[in-house]
């Protein structure tokens, strides 16, 4: 059952990627290009997710618990730290350039164009050195 | 030019949000795709007990499955343009995966998830990688002229 109910909402999140348009790589671009050819659609697929999630999470989190774990995993962080605005400052620059993050990049997969094949495993280069780094650098800390 | 969809981008970004809260409602979870994707590459994927590991290879199974399950329900084939320049595809996964995991958290954990909880960290994360995305585009596209 975890299982399903995991691939399900992954189904969701992905199709809402799909139908939003947040998928096409052109539309995530020209909602970058502020002074190019301008498409606001994607200010549309950030308000719709935030608004459902902010009272979503109003009503899940009133709850004792969630259905197959004993507590909710919040991240309990509140310092704003040189990890946090390097790492949020490179994935602007990377979205900017290919016009992926990691969601529609999932999504792209399947469709296997020649940038997503390229775009992809790269991905996960870049990811699994930005867990190492930090992991490593305070292991020998 | 791309067409300015504000309904089904609405639409498309309910259901992000409606995917979000079902996984805090089931497992409690954040649905941050950087970092769930990352957690099951090794080593990390080893160090997590088996009903942990599956939910996660799971959501990640469906995200991928989706434009599939699209196509077949709508009748018609997901829209999008990728780049065909393979180094510049390669540079910017590595930039894009780097940054993301590194700043523990993207669009979908920090900008759909934490600023809905109305996390600091992620309101400023969003700031961040909003402006210098802007700026990149601004840069490629009307500086060098791509």
């Given amino acids: ?141 | 030019m791309t067409e300015f969809t504000p309904i089904a981008s609405l639409f498309g970004g309910a259901l992000i949000g409606l995917a979000a809260v079902l996984l805090m409602a089931i497992h409690g979870r954040i649905a941050g795709i950087s970092g769930i994707s990352v957690s099951v590459l090794p080593p990390w994927a080893g160090q997590m007990a088996r009903g942990e590991i599956g939910w996660r290879l799971a959501f990640i199974a469906g995200v991928i499955a989706a434009p599939l399950a699209y196509h077949l329900v709508a009748g018609q084939a997901v829209q999008q343009t990728v780049s065909t320049n393979v180094s510049l595809m390669v540079i910017a996964g590595l930039i894009t995966g780097f940054g993301s995991v590194y700043g523990n958290g993207c669009t979908s954990g920090h900008g759909v998830c934490g600023m809905s909880r109305l996390s600091m960290r992620s309101f400023v994360a969003t700031g961040v990688f909003m402006a210098t995305a802007f700026v990149t585009v601004l840069i490629t596209r009307h500086v060098l002229g791509a």
């Fill in chain 1, 1 to 141: 059952m975890k299982t399903i109910f995991g691939f399900l909402c992954g189904l969701i999140f992905g199709t809402g990627l799909v139908i939003s348009g947040m998928s096409d790589p052109a539309k995530v671009l020209n909602f970058l290009d502020l002074f190019g050819t301008w498409d606001p659609s994607l200010a549309f697929v950030m308000g719709g997710a935030v608004v459902v999630t902010f009272f979503g999470y109003r009503v899940v989190l009133g709850r004792p618990s969630p259905v197959f774990s004993e507590v909710f995993h919040l991240p309990q962080r509140t310092d704003i730290d040189g990890q946090l605005l390097t790492g949020a400052g490179l994935f602007g620059v990377g979205w900017g350039l290919g016009g992926f993050c990691p969601g529609p990049a999932l999504t792209a997969l399947p469709l296997l164009s020649t940038g997503i094949l390229a775009f992809f495993p790269a991905l996960l280069i870049g990811m699994w050195a930005g867990k190492m780094g930090p992991t490593f650098l305070s292991a020998r800390a």
